[in-house]
Every structure is written in structure tokens, then in C-alpha cells.
């Protein structure tokens, strides 16, 4: 059975920092991403990982780092290291998986699997 489950979300003041956790099991993915959903407003890409590269938001390159487990019991996790929170990254953070190499990893249709998401709120 597939699992995602993410962690490492909160409240944080602005400029803060924080770093979420996604431990994915049931089977192995070669990618592996984070989107984000505000209230109100649409998930939108955040960054991605696969054996291919790392790929980022335009918006969020910069402040958002997207790491993986190197060890190969820690393969399946993954890591978004966010820096210089704002107000405006106040959103629900999922994770997501596949097990294909993905073409458009930047594509939330393209993923198989979904987390619950963790509540990160930044506050001003």
C-alpha cells in the first residue's frame, strides 16, 4: 500500500525559515514533488525531484530548496527547505509521487500519488 506522509509544517514569522518532510513508502519513485494550495486560490507547483534534475517555481527559486534522502533506505523521502518566508507562502504543502521519470514534473496531473498536505502559516 502506498503511503505519503508529510510533516516539518507550522506557524512561522515572516522571514523565518522551515523545512517539510515527506517519507513516501509502498513502492519506489523516481519523482518525487511539493505543490501548494491557498485559500481561495489553486494548487500551484512548488518544486520537484527525480534521477533526471530538480526543478523549481520561478517565484520560489531562490528562497525553496528541494532535497532527497541519498541513503537507499531514505531514497523515498523528500525534503523542501523553505528560507525568507512571506505572508503570501501561507498555503497546504503536499507531496507528491510517481514512479516514472516524469516529462512535466511541474504538472500536478502527472503524479499517481498525493500526501494530506501540512498546514505551513507564516505570519507578518
Known amino acids: 500500500q502506498v503511503e505519503l506522509v508529510e510533516s516539518g509544517g507550522g506557524l512561522v514569522q515572516a522571514g523565518g525559515s522551515l523545512r517539510l518532510s515527506c517519507a513516501a513508502s509502498?513502492?519506489?519513485?523516481?519523482?518525487m514533488g511539493w505543490f501548494r494550495q491557498a485559500p481561495g486560490k489553486e494548487r500551484e507547483f512548488v518544486a520537484a525531484i527525480s534521477w533526471r534534475g530538480t526543478y523549481y517555481s520561478d517565484s520560489l527559486k531562490g528562497r525553496f530548496t528541494i532535497s532527497r534522502g541519498s541513503r537507499d533506505n531514505a531514497k523515498n523521502t523528500v525534503y523542501l527547505q523553505m528560507n525568507s518566508l512571506k505572508p503570501e507562502d501561507t498555503a497546504v504543502y503536499s507531496c507528491?509521487?510517481?514512479?516514472?521519470?516524469?516529462?512535466?514534473?511541474?504538472?500536478?496531473?502527472?503524479?499517481?500519488?498525493w500526501g494530506q498536505g501540512t498546514q505551513v502559516t507564516v505570519s507578518s
Open positions: 507528491a509521487a510517481d514512479a516514472a521519470i516524469l516529462i512535466q514534473p511541474m504538472a500536478d496531473r502527472e503524479y499517481h500519488y
Open positions: 509502498g513502492r519506489t519513485f523516481s519523482s
